[in-house]
C-alpha cells in the first residue's frame, strides 16, 4: 500500500514540474526572450553617435531602427526620410559611413544605373 501511494505523489510530482515548465517556457516565448537580437533596438552612447551621423549623411529624417553587430557593419541605423522613404545606413567601429541601402519594398536592390537609364528610355 506504502508503494502505490509514493508512486502516486511521484506521478503528481513529476506533473507538478511539469507544469511549471510548460508555463514558464510559454511566458519566455510571449515576451520574446529568445536570442533574436534583429528585433532588438540598440541602446547605449555609440548608437547615439551613429543615429546622429546617419541622420546627417541622409539629409534628415527620423530613426526607425537600429542594430549593432550588423552582417553589413558594426552599426546598421534605419532612417525614413520626410518622404516616407527609408535607407538603411551601414557604420563601421569608427562611425565611418560604408554605404547605405534604400529599403524599397518589392523592388531589386542590385538593380544599377545603367539599368535605370534604359527603363526611363522605356527600352
Known amino acids: 500500500m506504502q508503494t502505490r501511494a509514493r508512486n502516486v505523489k ?5 506533473a507538478a514540474v511539469a507544469m511549471i515548465l510548460l508555463v514558464g517556457a510559454g511566458v519566455a516565448y510571449a515576451t520574446g526572450s529568445g536570442d533574436d537580437s534583429s528585433e532588438q533596438q540598440a541602446t547605449g552612447p555609440g548608437i547615439e553617435k551613429a543615429k546622429g551621423i546617419a541622420l546627417d549623411h541622409t539629409n534628415g529624417g527620423h530613426v526607425t531602427g537600429t542594430e549593432v553587430g550588423d552582417e553589413e557593419g558594426y552599426y546598421e541605423v534605419e532612417v525614413t526620410k520626410d518622404d516616407g522613404s527609408q535607407v538603411d545606413v551601414h557604420l563601421d567601429r ?9 529599403d524599397r519594398e518589392g523592388s531589386d536592390h542590385e538593380r544599377s544605373d545603367d539599368n535605370d ?7
Do not use: K, S, Y
Not at 10 to 14: G, P
Open 10 to 14: 511521484t506521478v503528481l510530482v513529476a
Open 117 to 123: 537609364a534604359h527603363d526611363e528610355d522605356g527600352e
Open 94 to 102: 569608427d562611425f565611418n559611413v560604408l554605404g547605405t541601402l534604400a
